[in-house]
């Protein structure tokens, strides 16, 4: 198979540039408003369908289980059938689903839809961040990616609060359809816009090499400490965010579907660090960024158990932050330390991201259920204990401190035209 013609990065500041990282924005909108805009409305599954809170919970888990699964799938079709007609279909065909959606009859359909949704998204996440460092100037990749994840955060934030903001002016079924028809024309946006891949050539590779590469990254232990911190930091998020509506709709707070819908605006705390996270990567290191990510997660939730409303809100602020900053950093990390196969690399660090979510904010619902919001708060505490170690680990790795070469891919060699 011909190869393309070597090209210079994408250098900010230009059009091709701007096309690029506006295109994966409007991706990382459609994607994680899809992923997650069924969250707000978890307390309104709880009644309609006469489920627990456990149960409504797996409206989110069933699509993040599912989503792992294909993740390294998703990156494998890529090296075969390129990244942007990987990344297209998943933005279409997953957002396709979702216009069908709000009109489930029964619980179990909904579930069974969320979860081909799951299979669906893969694509964007499995192939995103390859993408941009295969295309753009290895200087600018660092603030490209957290544009992306940027992206990511504002699409999790939007996909939660419009329908739960609805709630007040319309049937929670059209609230769910303003969500999903959004985050259909993001997905167009993508397509329409998305540059063709200029370093990348698509090639045949086999079952067998293919699970050699990965058997490669999986004896890395500075990979296997990014999958292991990916997995535990989803997980303590979305242990606190799948059950927080139904903390502020009880005693002592009781407040309105509406303004519980509202607390989502946090996300925006997520959209600001994962942006700054990618500078101050450059600046200080990603090591000492990421050790002090988590540590400010820890902060948020260790004072969300107070039962000021203010000290609350602060806590999950906090939370958001830490998480959106430290997922920036290890997710840009992935690539920059994989040598052969990046796509299959970023393709294991979201299969555990996405585990953590299915798996650890699945097992959340007995502490809740038991012993309340402090219970949660232990459950998560744990978890980002054993993360701080992975994270301290991962700092005496990175000994080298600011702007080293790992994290600074030359785009003049693709992973195809290496191979």
């Known amino acids: 198979m011909t190869r393309p013609a070597n090209h210079p990065g994408h250098r900010a500041g230009t059009r091709a540039y701007r096309h690029t990282t506006l295109a994966l924005f409007a991706a990382g909108m459609a994607t994680?408003?899809?992923?997650w805009y069924v969250q707000g409305l978890l307390p309104v599954f709880s009644t309609e369908f006469s489920v627990t809170p456990t149960h409504s919970a797996l409206a989110v888990s069933a699509t993040t289980a599912l989503l792992a699964v294909a993740i390294v799938p998703a990156g494998m079709l890529s090296e075969r059938?390129?990244?942007?007609?990987?990344?297209?279909?998943?933005?279409?065909?997953?957002?396709?689903?979702?216009?069908?959606?709000?009109?489930?009859?029964?619980?179990?359909?909904?579930?069974?839809?969320r979860a081909l949704q799951g299979l669906l998204c893969a694509g964007i996440p499995a192939v995103a961040m390859a993408y941009l460092v295969e295309e753009l100037d290895a200087r600018d990749t660092g603030a490209a990616m957290g544009i992306y994840v940027a992206g990511t955060s504002v699409g999790g934030l939007t996909g939660r609060l419009i329908p739960a903001l609805g709630l007040d002016l319309m049937a929670w079924r059209w609230a769910f359809q303003a969500a999903t028809a959004l985050a259909a024309v993001f997905a167009l946006f993508f397509v329409r816009r998305v540059p063709a891949s200029r370093n990348f050539a698509p090639r045949r590779i086999s079952v067998g090499q293919s699970l050699a590469e990965l058997g490669a990254h999986l004896r890395d232990r500075t990979l296997l400490c990014l999958f292991g911190l990916g997995f535990l930091l989803l997980g303590a998020f979305m242990a606190v965010y799948n059950y927080l509506a139904y903390r502020l709709l009880d005693a002592p707070f009781s407040l309105p579907a509406s303004l519980v819908g509202s607390v989502f605006v946090l996300y925006l705390a997520g959209t600001v660090s994962s942006a700054v996270a990618g500078r101050y990567r450059d600046r200080f290191g990603r090591g000492r960024v990421l050790l002090a990510a988590v540590l400010v997660m820890a902060a948020g939730v260790a004072i969300s158990v107070s039962n000021s409303l203010g000290i609350l809100l602060a806590g999950v602020a906090l939370l958001t932050t830490g998480f959106f900053a430290a997922h920036s950093i290890a997710s840009g990390w992935v690539p920059g330390r994989a040598t052969t196969n990046r796509s299959g690399a970023s393709s294991l660090y979201l299969l555990s991201y996405y585990l953590g979510s299915a798996l650890l904010g699945a097992l959340a619902g007995p502490a809740f259920a038991v012993y309340d919001w402090p219970g949660l708060v232990v459950y998560v505490a744990v978890i980002l204990t054993v993360a701080l170690v992975l994270a301290l680990v991962l700092l005496r790795t990175d000994s080298s401190g600011p702007a080293h070469p790992e994290t600074r891919y030359a785009n003049t060699q693709s992973p195809a035209v290496r191979a």
């Open 81 to 113: 059938f390129g990244r942007v007609p990987v990344m297209s279909f998943s933005a279409l065909s997953s957002t396709a689903v979702g216009l069908l959606l709000p009109w489930s009859p029964t619980f179990e359909m909904l579930l069974a839809g």
């Open 32 to 35: 994680f408003m899809t992923l």
